[in-house]
T-cell receptor, first 117, second 118 residues
Framework: NAGVMQNPRHLVRRRGQEARLRCSPMKGHSHVYWYRQLPEEGLKFMVY????????ESGMPKERFSAEFPKEGPSILRIQQVVRGDSAAYFC???????????????FGQGTRLTVV | AQKITQTQPGMFVQEKEAVTLDCTYD???????LFWYKQPSSGEMIFLIY??????QNATEGRYSLNFQKARKSANLVISASQLGDSAMYFC???????????????FGGGTRLMVKP
C-alpha cells in the first residue's frame, strides 16, 4: 500500500515561472491537505480539498496560488509567477473519507522542495 | 495568540538518557487532538504519537510517551533511552473540531531541534 506520493521531490524555478506540484493520496483516501514549510519554521496549512471540491482555502495566499483535486489524477498545487519568497517545502497529507478509519489519521508525503532562483 | 507553542528551539541530550520536549496549546474547542511529528534532515514528516482530548490515559508508542496535562494545556513529548537516530526536528501539532469532523487540518508549532550526543 503506497503512501502519499509527491513529485517532484525538488523543483527549481526562475522568478516569474510557474511551479506545479503534484500529490497522489494514499489508496482509499479522498481528502488532501497542502501545507507550506518556510525554512526553520513549522508547517502552515494552505488548503483542504476533496475530489473536485475545495473545502477550505483559508491558508492560501490570495494571488498566484491555486489548488485542485480532479476526479481522476493527483491533486495539483500551482504557483504562478513565482518569487523568491515562495521558496519552501510544500507538503501534502491525505486522510480517509470522514467516518472511515481512525478519526485523526493524516499521512504526509515526503514533500516538494521548491527553490526560486 | 499562538495556538501551539514550543519554547525550546534546541535541546541536547546524552545518548541513552530521557528527554522531554515541551508543547503548550491554546484552544476553546472541547474536542481536539494533539500530535507529535519527527522531521529528520532528509525532510519527511514522520508521525510519532497522538493524544485525543477525551483520552483518559496518556498515549505511549514504544519509546515515545505524551505527558498530557489538560488543565495546563500542555502535551509534552517524552523520549526514553535516546538514540543517535533521534536527532531531528520535532513538531507538536493540534487538530480542533473533532466532534464536527470538519476536516483534518493541523496547526503546527515552530519545532524543537533535538541533538543526541554520543
Amino acid at each position: 500500500n503506497a503512501g502519499v506520493m509527491q513529485n517532484p521531490r525538488h523543483l527549481v524555478r526562475r522568478r516569474g515561472q510557474e511551479a506545479r506540484l503534484r500529490c497522489s493520496p494514499m489508496k482509499g483516501h479522498s481528502h488532501v491537505y497542502w501545507y507550506r514549510q518556510l525554512p526553520e519554521e513549522g508547517l502552515k496549512f494552505m488548503v483542504y480539498l476533496q475530489k473536485e471540491n475545495i473545502i477550505d482555502e483559508s491558508g492560501m495566499p490570495k494571488e498566484r496560488f491555486s489548488a485542485e483535486f480532479p476526479k481522476e489524477g493527483p491533486s495539483i498545487l500551482r504557483i504562478q509567477q513565482v518569487v523568491r519568497g515562495d521558496s519552501a517545502a510544500y507538503f501534502c497529507a491525505s486522510s480517509p473519507p470522514l467516518g472511515q478509519g481512525r478519526l485523526w489519521e493524516a499521512f504526509f508525503g515526503q514533500g516538494t522542495r521548491l527553490t526560486v532562483v | 495568540a499562538q495556538k501551539i507553542t514550543q519554547t525550546q528551539p534546541g535541546m541536547f541530550v546524552q545518548e541513552k538518557e530521557a528527554v522531554t520536549l515541551d508543547c503548550t496549546y491554546d484552544t476553546s474547542d472541547p474536542s481536539y487532538g494533539l500530535f507529535w511529528y519527527k522531521q529528520p534532515s532528509s525532510g519527511e514528516m514522520i508521525f510519532l504519537i497522538y493524544q485525543g482530548s477525551y483520552d483518559q490515559q496518556n498515549a505511549t508508542e514504544g519509546r515515545y510517551s505524551l505527558n498530557f496535562q489538560k488543565a495546563r494545556k500542555s502535551a509534552n513529548l517524552v523520549i526514553s533511552a535516546s538514540q543517535l537516530g533521534d536527532s531531528a526536528m520535532y513538531f507538536c501539532a493540534m487538530r480542533e473540531g473533532l466532534v464536527n469532523n470538519a476536516g483534518n487540518m493541523l496547526t503546527f508549532g515552530g519545532g524543537t531541534r533535538l541533538m543526541v550526543k554520543p
